[in-house]
């Protein structure tokens, strides 16, 4: 979802812009939100992180996974996720 969201950014500032100055409360709302760049910036840190946690997502889904394949996998994301999260100790 985020993906979408950043891919029509511009597109859908734009039209609860347009909304919005319409008088439609809702999309004034959002309007303001699609202003804000610290939402387009959250947005633009989690659109790697949700694409990497959807494709773990599946594997577990999967009707026949390998549970040590799964274990390696999901530590191997929780590593990644930690090191782009957290502060390096020196």
Do not use: C
Not at 9 to 32: N, Q, R, T, Y
Not at 46 to 72: G, H, M, P
């Amino acid at each position: 979802m985020a993906k979408q969201i950043l891919d029509q950014w511009s597109e859908l500032k734009g039209f609860f812009k347009l909304k919005g100055d319409a008088g439609d409360h809702k999309a004034k709302l959002l309007s303001i939100e699609f202003e804000s760049k610290s939402k387009l910036l959250y947005l633009t840190f989690l659109r790697t992180i949700l694409s990497d946690i959807y494709a773990l997502n599946l594997a577990f889904e999967s009707a026949n996974a390998d549970v040590s394949k799964l274990y390696s996998d999901l530590r191997s994301q929780l590593y990644s996720l930690s090191a782009r999260i957290l502060k390096p100790q020196q």
